[in-house]
């Protein structure tokens, strides 16, 4: 702690359901409303990473042949990954909590 922003990110992307990397990519930029285009490159070398750290894992499931290319690989987020992006998620909130009681935030 404190994570990365592209890790958050990621698992913020993952929390609802499982998806390939490019979907990944699409959820992010929809989250943060464009604010951050991930590069191809950057997703999959923290996706290595989460791999590694058992953050994520890949995923067997498949959707329909017709719906599916066999050279996708599809990511999933581990008990740990999602006990992780809790607690950053706390972490942020904790923090812009902070930020309204010394009145560095005009709403909310």
């Known amino acids: 702690m404190p994570l990365r922003p592209v890790e958050f990110h990621i698992l913020l992307a993952l929390a609802s359901e ?3 990397g490019y979907a990944i990519l699409q959820e992010v930029a929809a989250l943060t409303e464009g604010g951050l285009e991930l590069e191809p490159g950057t997703l999959y070398r923290a996706l290595h ?3 590694k750290d058992g953050w994520v894992a890949e995923s067997t499931r498949r959707p329909a042949a017709d ?3 066999e050279r996708r690989r599809y990511y999933r987020l581990t008990a740990l990954g ?3 992006a809790t607690a950053e998620a706390e972490r942020l909130w904790r923090l812009v909590s902070l930020a309204r009681t010394h009145r560095l935030l005009s709403h909310g």
């Open 49 to 51: 990473r989460m791999l």
């Open 67 to 69: 719906l599916d290319d």
């Open 82 to 84: 999602r006990r992780i």
């Open 18 to 20: 499982e998806r390939h």
